[in-house]
């Protein structure tokens, strides 16, 4: 069965500093992968996606991420974070319906 | 891109009642919808999905008589939730594809949230 694990449930770094959100997946054939970003009472937005291809995949706002198979991870990273970064982040898998699965979230506080 | 949109953003209603949200694609065909839940803190659960012109297929352990969901048109998916209970009470996310095979084309509306007295 399908499944997505993010380790972390809670995040603080400093504004500047550098991040890295774990996501960890099960899925028997190649796996549609994805990172969104959810604001408190708001809906989500995706921040990127991989299907297949290069497995650094750049998204919005300074957000990369990068598929490692052997790993079957697929960490969200960015250089610099910023306040208005603070939020909650959800990695998913997707079937080839559009079915996601969801992972637990993890919760990123940014401290000034 | 794409835009999905939910109707109401926020409902309160009283224990017992029924109370229908709406999730529209504005500018796409939607052959097929999503529909979400979410407790406070936790993660999105899939409940259902939605084709157009078809029966929902409901997940595991979601009461399909409690959730009623009508995808008549392809721009237009409902979730109706029936004499609702405290229990009740969550955000509700819809999502919306284009096509059934391309999950590129995917898009969430921005929630309703349901609070039952």
């Known amino acids: 069965a399908q499944s997505v694990t993010q380790p972390d449930i809670h995040i603080t770094v400093s504004e500047g500093a550098s991040l890295e959100l774990r996501c960890n997946y099960s899925y028997g054939a190649t796996p549609y992968l994805f990172w969104y970003v959810q604001s408190p009472g708001q809906g989500l937005q995706l921040l990127l996606k991989?299907?297949?291809?290069?497995?650094l995949v750049q998204g919005i706002k300074g957000f990369e991420a990068e598929f490692k198979r052997s790993q079957s991870s697929f960490n969200l990273r960015k250089p610099s974070v910023h306040w208005s970064d603070a939020a909650e982040y959800f990695c998913a898998v997707a079937n080839q319906g559009g079915k996601l699965i969801f992972g637990q979230g993890t919760e990123l506080s940014v401290k000034p | 891109g794409a835009v999905v949109s939910q109707h109401p953003s926020w409902v309160i209603c009283k224990s017992g009642t029924s109370v229908k949200i709406e999730c529209r694609s504005l500018?796409?065909?939607?052959?097929?919808m999503f529909w979400y839940r979410q407790f406070p803190k936790q993660s999105l659960m899939l409940m259902a999905t939605?084709?157009?012109?078809?029966?929902?297929?409901?997940e595991q352990g979601v009461e399909k008589d409690k959730f009623l969901i009508n995808h008549a048109s392809l721009t237009l998916s409902t979730l109706t939730v029936t004499s609702a209970h405290p229990e009740d009470s969550s955000f509700y996310i819809c999502s919306a594809t284009q096509t059934a095979t391309n999950t590129g084309e995917l898009f969430f509306g921005e929630g309703s949230r349901l609070t039952v007295l």
């Open positions: 991989y299907f297949s291809g290069d497995t």
């Open positions: 500018d796409f065909q939607a052959t097929t």
């Open positions: 939605s084709n157009e012109g078809s029966k929902a297929t409901y």
